[in-house]
DNA sequence: TGCACTCAATCAATCGTTTGATTAATTTTG
DNA sequence: CAAAATTAATCAAACGATTGATTGAGTGCA
């Protein structure tokens, strides 16, 4: 039946996205992908053409369901900057455990120093994130709530960057903190609200900060 | 003679870290590195014993002279932990940036969460930093310099990650900042010593705060 | 019968590594 | 000192394994 032949391929996708995740593109084989999803391995090539073509596959699919998802962020006026500074942080690191290992198959891609149009319209995407977050620290700074010397850029850098390094690089982190930041239930229950308390008190003393911070 | 040897394996050892870099471990052929050093494939494996050794070796080349400087900094009594954790961080940004493509290669290999007997070993020696870093952290808040509070795996985290966020996806930061990344003289005269400035002003606002921190 | 799907078998290519022979350099020995 | 013995360095060739991809025979359903 139709529904199972897309119920048959999108098994394939979800295989193949954590294998990629795991080892990469050279490093994730075809017949590994294709003995972890239960199929014949002339099936990748029947479905998708190519290991490039599933790789591509399972990237639109992510993609697709990202756009939708960025839809609902909505500018709420009730709100102080910080508020909604605070609030994007939350829901940031809120959704870090849903997608980790697909944000580090974006990770890796965007860092391959060929400039292809797959990364392109990954960078597009993300900066619809990025551009979220700067036009709240810029209305803060305008209306007086921020640091007016602000470094703006780097501030989001911060956000983005502390998060990708605890999630793309485990070993490290898991060392540091003394779990392992792979298992879910720690992830939950411990680190999730760790990392949001962390990073608003981090971006609050940066930003709300009404004492000497020009040295 | 014996310095020819040793510049034959420092010449290998160069065309390997630029084809490791551009490729990735596994994209990288070992024919393609001998070949390119202009030596036989077997020198490979004579030199080093095998390709990861090789790998490893470019590795721990590039990262010994900073892991000496590091302890240089941790042994200095004469200096105050806020001292020594800026110094830290401007030799950690004023290195980091010029071996850029190296470094990406490095959170590529580290993203991959399987490849057990590289990765572990890559993350083993980065710790060696990781924890000098912690140590210098840790004597700051046992002697009251730094926030009691301080949540120290997630601090070392926003160093290590803000950094990796600006140079591992260049095509998002040099959309944020208005300028190539990439391009050598904007990173040297303005977005390195701006980096320094804002890092040392992140952390100290986060480390040394003297206002209520709590909330 | 016709069509979409599935499979084991197999393809050529490439992988990292090993081999055995050869040359260059060094040390030991008479 | 010179010949001999030993070690180190280098090479072409080939190793077995694995890679992504293809084949052609078969499957069951419409």
Redesign the pocket.
Known sequence: MDKD?ID?KDHILDVAEKIFSDLGFDG?????ISGEAG????????YFG???GLFLAVFERKISSFQTLLQNIGNDESMSSWDKLAKCIDNYVERIIVNNCFQKLINRELSMSKRSELSDKITQILMVNVLEIKKILDDGIKNGTFFKDTDTPLAIATIFGTKNYIINTPNISSLMLGHDVRDEKYLEEQLKPRVKTYMKRLIKAYLVNDNDNTK
Do not use: Q
């Open positions: 032949k048959k994730a084989s075809t017949r590994m199929v014949n391995m002339a099936m990748l090539n029947y190519s290991k490039e």
